[in-house]
């Protein structure tokens, strides 16, 4: 479970996240997918994330975040006007913060179902 952990939260979601966005916008189209394919992400690495200790989970996510970063640099056009008032890197650190805070309230729940009843009584 670990490792899928660590799979699924290095896919860069932020630049996923921007990038299907943007595109969407340069077709002049709806985003209809964007905010339940990222709730159901967030949600679904936040379950996974109960047994990681959470310095991992911080420093997996800020990974990523970067990742996304350069790769959005790369794939992305800083589209002035798209990506007001901010700017496109800072957008997607953002977006990257957003899922890091979705994934740790999720985390917090779901934590005391991966808690050992030995770890019980030792608190």
């Known amino acids: 479970m670990k490792t899928l952990w660590?799979?699924?939260?290095?896919?860069?979601?932020?630049?996923?996240?921007?990038f299907y966005e943007?595109?969407?916008?340069?077709?002049?189209?709806?985003?209809?997918?964007?905010?339940?394919?990222?709730?159901?992400?967030?949600?679904?690495?936040?379950?996974?994330?109960?047994?990681?200790?959470i310095r991992y989970v911080i420093l997996v996510n800020v990974i990523t975040g970067l990742l996304s970063m350069f790769l959005a640099m790369y794939f992305i056009p800083n589209d002035g006007g798209w990506f007001k008032p901010v700017g496109r890197d800072v957008a997607v650190i953002i977006v990257a913060v957003v899922f890091?805070?979705?994934?740790?309230?999720?985390?917090?729940?779901?934590?005391?179902?991966?808690?050992?009843?030995?770890?019980?009584?030792?608190?």
């Open 22 to 53: 943007y595109g969407q916008h340069v077709k002049r189209e709806e985003a209809s997918f964007l905010f339940l394919g990222s709730v159901i992400f967030v949600i679904i690495i936040g379950l996974l994330s109960g047994q990681i200790r």
């Open 6 to 18: 660590l799979i699924l939260t290095l896919i860069p979601a932020p630049f996923l996240f921007h």
């Open 100 to 123: 890091l805070v979705g994934q740790l309230i999720v985390r917090s729940l779901s934590r005391p179902f991966f808690v050992k009843e030995t770890d019980r009584k030792i608190q």
